[in-house]
């Protein structure tokens, strides 16, 4: 038997999907987990070279911009490229939309969701806690 055979991409668990019941909203949204090359391309669009410290190129990273893109690449559902959807919000895009259709609060709720569900919400204090135990 090999040493990594519950590695084999057919021996992993799914993640599923998650659903987010939002006040506002009669139906739930559908998030999914975002893989690490997803995460890792979105991550390098969110930098930005700017001018640093005597005129050299600096690398400025946009973690408002991160946090929004993660949160619109995990919706499913309802489905932010939707015409008819963005057109009933005036906007074109679906960051655009993801912005106008949601408060404060609820994309700070979307983002613990898909942190929570795409496995990056452990701190550091969650393993020290599990290293006590």
């Known amino acids: 038997m090999?040493?990594?055979k519950?590695?084999?991409?057919?021996?992993?668990k799914e993640v599923e999907n998650a659903s987010l019941k939002l006040d506002r909203f009669e139906e739930a949204i559908v998030l999914r987990?975002?893989?690490s090359a997803e995460a890792d391309k979105i991550n390098e669009q969110c930098?930005?070279?700017k001018p640093g410290v005597k005129g050299r190129p600096e690398r400025v990273f946009n973690v408002v911009k991160y946090n929004r893109e993660i949160c619109v690449a995990s919706i499913v559902h309802p489905d932010l490229n939707d015409t008819e959807l963005q057109e009933s919000y005036g906007v074109r895009g679906?960051?655009?939309l993801y912005s106008a259709m949601f408060l404060l609060g609820e994309?700070?709720?979307?983002l613990e969701k898909v942190t929570e569900i795409s496995g990056i919400d452990l701190s550091m204090d969650d393993d020290i806690e599990a290293a006590k135990n």
């Open 2 to 4: 090999s040493k990594f």
């Open 6 to 12: 519950a590695f084999l991409k057919g021996n992993v």
């Open 33 to 35: 987990p975002l893989s």
């Open 47 to 49: 930098f930005k070279t």
């Open 94 to 96: 679906a960051d655009n």
């Open 107 to 110: 994309a700070t709720q979307i």
